[in-house]
């Protein structure tokens, strides 16, 4: 059974950091791409990043490139999305997740596409 439990989340002020943590079981993530999500109240879920499985490539969303990083540990089974310059506008609920294909592919910031879901963590930029 594929899941995803993610952490990390929390309360920081403006210009900190974070590092959201994805670990997954019931599969192999090496071997698939991986999709971070957010959704803030009463808006829609927005594609964040996404992260390869073959090559590694990394995607990201315009308002995020330059600040968020994401990588993988496969030995841990584990994807990681540093978050640097955190703004107010990133507050939201952060989600990981997975369609199970090896690439990021075109459509991956539209969630609807994504097949298995974590339960997301909360990361809260305020001062």
């Known amino acids: 059974q594929v899941q995803f439990v993610e952490s990390g989340g929390g309360l920081v002020q403006p210009g900190g950091s974070l590092r959201l943590s994805c670990a997954a079981s019931g599969f192999t993530l090496a071997y698939y791409a991986i999709g971070w999500f957010r959704q803030a109240p009463g808006k829609e879920r927005e594609g964040v990043s996404c992260?390869?499985?073959?090559?590694?490539?990394?995607y990201y969303a315009d308002s995020v490139k330059g600040r968020f990083t994401v990588s993988r540990a496969n030995a841990r089974n584990t994807v990681y999305l540093q978050m640097n310059s955190l703004k107010p506008e990133d507050t939201a609920v952060y989600y990981c997740?997975?369609?199970?294909?090896?690439?990021?592919?075109?459509?991956?910031?539209?969630?609807?596409?994504?097949?298995?879901w974590g339960q997301g963590t909360r990361v809260t930029v305020s001062s």
């Open positions: 997740a997975t369609a199970l294909y090896r690439m990021c592919g075109r459509s991956w910031p539209t969630w609807d596409v994504y097949d298995y």
């Open positions: 992260i390869s499985s073959s090559d590694g490539s990394t």
